[in-house]
């Protein structure tokens, strides 16, 4: 791991706050009232936006699949995920209220969804996964997969993964149409075949979920165990490897809980940029293809001066990750204290000088975190919000337009 010096740090908020005041745009869910997350967003190979809608506190909730067409400015509710299942919400199980970080564009204009437990049983307060793992009713039924033609809004197919355990981060291997994904509770990777409509199971890596498995050009899926070493699957081999490249965790820390939360690949493919989800977040950058282990960078905090203590996992929470046209990368980052609000950061990735833009919001409408981030190929930014009702996402357009001065078209990103 190579640690670099602190960077430049540019406080804009006076200057930058009347440039996001009218650049952001709250995209506001109100048919779903009572959804309150919204974990999943990317951009089709047809260029529109595509979001999994999820609840989180209420019991006897579905997630849905919406678009969003840029050109029309257009929001559109494509699907009932309980509708697809054939398993109602409201039936006393635990429901399939979430696609997590697991809604996937394919190359052929194919989505790929698996749901993700968490949401209570209608008229339950809570549900544990631990606390049911053998109750007939209260046990959740699994994580489905599903895929799904946008174009006439057909559903491809319907399959199981993992029994009793549900699904929270995936990522698509193009060329091969290999589906990563780790496993809620029990941290199992496994790996479905599209063609085959097969799943194997690599067994268990660790205990504290990953929030992201992210993939270098030839394929190969990484994620950590709950140290934050990096753990890979070689597609040529189809084997997990343990790498002896630890993701950047503070002095004070011995890397335990550091899993990645957010990672995005830079414009030419060669590294990947990355936060952990922990008390104390890191942004890095690593380079998969450099040597046999690949080369990791620890870019410190993502925005702001080091501390030696920490409060609360969410005082300086940070995602939504996005590389613009202009070659900058942005990302959300809560800020503590008395601020406590989102504010959009936006790192030069030639230097690394960091530059706040202000607060996330459209007039009074704030979210109250970030998790996940697409781009359209017009430029536009979108930031899916966690835990507000109903829950949203925020277009941003920067103000730089496109560094090559055109559009850009294809699959965007492959991971959710």
């Not at 990777?189 to 030839?218: H, M, T, W």
């Not at 070659?327 to 000088?353: E, Q, T």
Request: charged residues 25%.
């Amino acid at each position: 791991m190579i640690l670099l010096p602190q960077t430049e740090l540019v406080d804009r908020e006076d200057i930058c706050n009347k440039d996001s005041k009218m650049g952001f745009k709250a995209i506001v869910f109100d048919k779903l009232p009572v959804h309150d997350t919204t974990w999943s967003v990317i951009t089709g190979i047809d260029g529109l936006i595509y979001i999994g809608i999820c609840g989180e506190m209420t019991g006897g909730l579905s997630a849905y699949l919406a678009s969003y067409d840029p050109a029309g400015d257009r929001l559109d509710y494509l699907l009932e995920v309980a509708d697809v299942l054939g398993i109602p919400a409201d039936n006393g199980t635990p429901s399939h209220g979430k696609v997590h970080y697991c809604l996937l564009p394919s190359e052929d204009g194919m989505l790929y969804a698996a749901t993700h437990c968490t949401c209570p049983p209608v008229g339950d307060f809570v549900w544990r996964p631990w606390h049911t793992w053998s109750d007939s009713i209260k046990q959740f039924s699994g994580s489905k997969i599903f895929g799904y033609d946008p174009k006439d809004g057909k559903i491809l197919f319907v399959d199981n993964l993992i029994p009793r355990q549900s699904t929270r981060c995936m990522a698509l291997n193009q060329k091969k149409q290999l589906i990563y994904g780790i496993t809620y509770p029990h941290d199992h990777f496994f790996v479905y075949d599209i063609d085959r409509r097969a799943v194997k199971d690599y067994g268990r890596i660790g205990s504290f979920n990953p929030q992201c498995i992210f993939l270098d050009r030839a394929g190969n899926g990484y994620t950590t165990n709950d140290y934050g070493f990096l753990v890979r699957f070689n597609a040529g081999a189809e084997k997990l490897e343990e790498l002896e490249v630890q993701i950047p965790h503070s002095s004070f820390k011995n890397g335990f809980h550091a899993v990645p939360y957010d990672v995005v690949s830079s414009p030419d493919g060669r590294a990947v940029y990355g936060v952990t989800w922990d008390f104390d977040v890191r942004l890095f950058r690593y380079f998969p293809e450099e040597g046999s282990q690949g080369r990791m960078e620890d870019l410190g905090k993502p925005y702001g001066t080091e501390t030696g203590t920490w409060w609360d996992i969410k005082d300086d929470h940070t995602g939504g990750l996005v590389f613009g046209l202009d070659g900058y990368l942005y990302m959300a980052m809560n800020f503590g204290g008395s601020d406590h609000k989102s504010h959009l950061i936006r790192v030069d990735p030639d230097n690394l000088s960091r530059e706040d833009l202000g607060p996330i919001h459209d007039g009074d409408i704030y979210p109250d975190h970030i998790c996940r981030a697409a781009r359209d190929y017009e430029g536009n930014l979108y930031f899916a919000d966690v835990g507000m009702r109903p829950t949203k996402m925020f277009k941003y357009t920067p103000a730089g337009g496109s560094r090559n001065g055109v559009s850009q078209q294809g699959i965007i990103r492959s991971w959710g």
